[in-house]
């Protein structure tokens, strides 16, 4: 009976558990009912209040209503959740409340939208505050772009939405502005450029002020005078290249030097102007491009005294390297040496003048090396009169020196083979003849040097050239000596006189000795007797008058006639080799040897 009765309550308690079941889901059933129809009146209230727009609504209003539907949201997911247990009890699937989901999308869209904005007109509002001065236009443009990139991602979202048109519109509005921003902020801007600004708006301000900011721009309304502003910019930017070349030009010339260095312990004088000449050049190019622009004006005072100034340096210093290489060459003439003074007495004291201001000048350049200062300052123009007057009496004294060199040379022609130094040093020395010795080969071309013996007479010493000396030492002795007494070319006429008289005489020896014994020498006594050159000449006599008599001879009927003439240049041809087989000095052996040369061609 127990378990009849145990049975029978177990049927009672299914009936009653499934009646409460069935409640139960009918209750589930409108609660997700009555829950479907709070999330469609959510999206109905979220449609209609949401911060869609920015036109009149405040980025704090729209961020607490966000906030709301966020809290409204987070309740219904909450709901939600507490759905399941009995939906997972009754075996029920869950609904999609795809209207839930929106709403959560956009929320969140709409947060980050508000967000970009807030933090947009953030960054704005401190630029607009800053010192115009101070804006960093790089930076400025960087953030506006990288706001324009995330704009752009959430085209696709929420295009049509008036926030996101509003903060795109912005935007695009700031960059549109940056090149007004850019050619303002421009380091090239002067203050008649602002003026000119001043003068277009019909307004004053002040671009350096502290109250001038990036507000006060678009306060003043600059952005509707973008075309003058951008025109004004570039003509900025143009001067400014005028302005920064002009600088640098200053900059250079502060300290470029004339390069200085002593000379002769006593003086100074200019060394080098390689550097100054070549920046020379380039700076008078670049000042003549900036006139050639038409932004030159603002700068036409500043561009013509800087053409002045290097046009004064390149011409001073152009005249001092002419009037230093004529000084540096005469100043060994005239200084040290009273030799060619007594001669040109007025051009003596000429080269005392340029002697005694000259190098004082090149001392002042010394003492102060920049070349602006020492050749374009207000002395200038009396410095340049001092160097004209300075070459102007040097080329005079030049002119005088050539002519009486030329007198010289007129006087012993042979002086033409030297150079004014050479022959200078030639009259310099005249009294000391042994000095004179080395300029002799010069003056005659087969003489080393004269051979010079000194003698006392009549209470002096005299010095007298006895022969002559070839460079490979061959001594010929003069038929008189000839006393070397002032002038120089004086003596050297003499000289000149006494080696063609020697050589005269001693050819009409030599060929008188050149006939066979008993009248003439023996081969290698002749040969030994007289200098090379005459030997070669009697030589060519005697070879010239043999084969003369031998074709008179030919045409009177001796056909053997040659034969003999070549018999006996053979002859001799063999006696001159039998000498040179033989101990000879070595003067002897080149006679010798240039001998046998000749009389070879001679036999052929």
Request: proline share 4%; net charge negative; aromatic share 8%.
């Amino acid at each position: 009976p127990r378990l009849e009765s145990f049975k029978e309550s177990l049927v009672e308690a299914e009936e009653i558990l499934s009646k409460s079941k069935k409640v139960m889901k009918v209750q589930l059933e409108n609660e997700l009912q009555s829950f479907a129809t709070s999330v469609k009146g959510l999206h109905e209230d979220f449609n209609k209040r949401a911060p869609f727009s920015s036109d009149d609504m405040s980025i704090s209003t729209a961020m607490d209503l966000l906030e709301e539907f966020t809290q409204e949201l987070g309740q219904k997911r909450k709901q939600e959740a507490n759905f399941q247990p009995n939906l997972d009890l009754f075996k029920m699937d869950a609904a999609v409340y795809k209207e839930l989901e929106k709403v959560s999308e956009q929320v969140d869209s709409l947060k980050t939208i508000w967000g970009y904005t807030a933090d947009w007109d953030g960054q704005l509002d401190e630029i607009r505050r800053i010192q115009f001065r101070d804006l960093q236009v790089e930076d400025m443009d960087t953030m506006a772009t990288g706001y324009q990139k995330k704009c752009v991602k959430l085209r696709g979202v929420m295009g049509n939405w008036n926030v996101w048109q509003n903060l795109k519109k912005g935007i695009d509005e700031f960059r549109t502005a940056m090149p007004l921003i850019t050619n303002l902020r421009s380091d090239a801007m002067r203050p008649r450029h602002w003026q000119a600004i001043m003068e277009e708006i019909g307004r004053e301000f002040d671009p350096q002020a502290d109250d001038f900011t990036l507000g006060k721009v678009f306060e003043l309304e600059l952005h509707k005078h973008s075309d003058l502003i951008a025109r004004l910019a570039d003509e900025a930017r143009k001067q400014y290249e005028i302005e920064s070349s002009l600088e640098m030009i200053e900059g250079v010339w502060a300290t470029m030097g004339i390069e200085m260095g002593e000379y002769k312990q006593t003086y100074v004088k200019i060394k080098s102007t390689e550097e100054l000449f070549q920046t020379l050049e380039e700076h008078v190019l670049k000042l003549s491009d900036m006139k050639s622009s038409q932004f030159y004006l603002p700068f036409a005072e500043k561009v013509e005294k800087w053409e002045r100034q290097l046009a004064s340096v390149s011409e001073i210093v152009e005249t001092i390297l002419a009037v230093q290489r004529a000084w540096m060459y005469l100043e060994n003439i005239f200084v040290g040496s009273d030799d060619i003074r007594p001669h040109l007495p007025t051009e003596s004291a000429w080269f005392d003048d340029v002697n005694a201001g000259f190098p004082k000048m090149l001392r002042g350049i010394y003492e102060r090396p920049n070349a602006v200062e020492s050749c374009a300052g207000e002395n200038c123009g009396e410095m340049l009169e001092d160097l004209n007057s300075f070459m102007e009496k040097l080329e005079k004294i030049q002119k005088a020196l050539d002519d009486y060199l030329e007198r010289k040379r007129m006087l012993f022609p042979r002086f033409y083979f030297l150079s004014n130094d050479d022959l200078l040093e030639i009259l310099g020395q005249a009294k000391e003849p042994e000095l004179v010795q080395k300029h002799i080969k010069k003056c005659f071309e087969g003489i080393k040097v004269l051979d010079l013996v000194k003698t006392d007479q009549e209470d002096r010493v005299l010095c007298e050239a006895v022969g002559m000396i070839s460079p490979d030492g061959e001594k010929v002795p003069f038929s008189k000596p000839v006393v070397l007494d002032p002038p120089v070319e004086g003596w050297l006429v003499k000289v000149e006189r006494r080696m063609k008289s020697t050589l005269t005489k001693l050819l009409n020896s030599c060929q008188q000795a050149n006939c066979s014994p008993p009248k003439g020498l023996k081969k290698d006594k002749w040969v030994l007797k007289f200098p090379g050159q005459l030997l070669i000449t009697a030589g060519q006599i005697s070879w010239t008058m043999g084969c003369q008599n031998a074709l008179a001879k030919i045409a009177e009927g001796s056909k053997n006639a040659m034969k003999v003439c070549r018999k006996r240049q053979t002859k001799t041809i063999a006696r001159l080799t039998d000498m040179i087989r033989k101990p000879l000095n070595k003067v002897d052996r080149n006679k010798v040897v240039a001998l046998i040369t000749i009389e070879v061609h001679a036999r052929d």
